[in-house]
């Protein structure tokens, strides 16, 4: 199950845009197999203590490592599938660290604002070696939410990044000002997902359709031990 072959097109795209997209990496069956405990998440129905304070009706949600609180994630291809193909793209060293439930409800505004992931202040290898599965788990179009990208923007180096936490209610929110002008917008239907490296500047717009956007972030990276 976990086996997904990019082409050779693919992974050069990867290498000169700094993001691929990925067209049913996962199948409608094992979507809807994700989506039972992703809405359950979002409906404040699990006992998680560190997610308790975060769901609220109508808020955009941020909810960390999903793998090991959903019921039956854990045991889900999902992963080692998004694994594989990260392998593909960065080498056999990459591997899962964290991930993130990334819930835009209808009718909400807030924006995902440019930045790189790595910007964040990732560690050692993973500043320079490093990438983000982002899988729809729902369709995801532009006025949904879904993602823009700077193309070869991961060949750039680490941009200044600003603080942005009086703009966006996502935790430690950074900002990074780019030439709009040159961002490739990507849409997404169920199980279609995107691999982007660390370095590559991306955004996305709030959500202004009566329909939910459900995303999940998957970060890979090296052992820095290795």
């Given at each position: 199950?976990?086996a997904?072959?990019?082409?050779?097109a693919q992974v050069?795209?990867?290498?000169e845009d700094?993001f691929?997209?990925?067209?049913?990496?996962?199948?409608?069956e094992?979507?809807?197999d994700?989506?039972?405990?992703?809405?359950?998440a979002?409906?404040?129905?699990?006992?998680?203590?560190?997610?308790?304070?975060?769901v609220?009706p109508?808020q955009?949600?941020?909810?960390?490592?999903?793998?090991?609180?959903?019921?039956?994630?854990?045991?889900?291809?999902?992963?080692?599938r998004?694994?594989?193909?990260?392998?593909q793209?960065l080498?056999?060293?990459?591997?899962?660290k964290?991930d993130?439930?990334?819930?835009?409800?209808?009718?909400?505004?807030?924006?995902?604002l440019?930045h790189q992931?790595?910007?964040y202040g990732?560690?050692g290898k993973?500043?320079?070696?490093?990438?983000?599965?982002?899988?729809?788990?729902?369709?995801a179009?532009?006025?949904m939410?879904?993602?823009?990208?700077?193309?070869?923007s991961h060949?750039?180096?680490i941009?200044?990044?600003?603080?942005?936490?009086?703009?966006?209610?996502?935790?430690?929110?950074?900002e990074?000002?780019?030439?709009?002008?040159?961002?490739?917008?990507?849409?997404?239907?169920?199980?279609d997902?995107?691999f982007h490296?660390?370095?590559?500047?991306h955004?996305?717009?709030g959500?202004?359709?009566?329909?939910?956007?459900?995303?999940l972030?998957?970060h890979?990276w090296?052992?820095?031990?290795?």
């Open positions: 199950m976990s997904f072959r990019l082409t050779a050069a795209q990867f290498e700094g691929v997209v990925v067209r049913q990496l996962l199948s409608p094992m979507v809807t994700l989506r039972v405990g992703y809405d359950a979002t409906r404040g129905e699990l006992d998680v203590d560190v997610w308790k304070e975060q609220r109508g955009i949600l941020q909810l960390g490592m999903p793998n090991r609180h959903i019921p039956g994630w854990a045991e889900h291809a999902y992963l080692p998004i694994v594989a193909v990260g392998r793209l080498g056999a060293d990459i591997d899962y964290y993130q439930l990334i819930y835009k409800p209808p009718g909400n505004p807030v924006e995902l440019w992931d790595a910007g990732w560690p993973a500043n320079h070696r490093s990438l983000t599965c982002w899988l729809a788990l729902s369709p179009t532009e006025a939410g879904s993602l823009h990208f700077l193309p070869g060949c750039d180096g941009a200044e990044h600003l603080d942005a936490t009086h703009k966006n209610p996502i935790n430690a929110a950074l990074v000002k780019v030439d709009e002008s040159r961002a490739v917008v990507v849409e997404y239907g169920p199980g997902a995107t490296h660390g370095r590559t500047l955004y996305s717009r959500n202004s359709t009566d329909q939910p956007r459900r995303g972030s998957t890979l090296p052992d820095p031990n290795d």
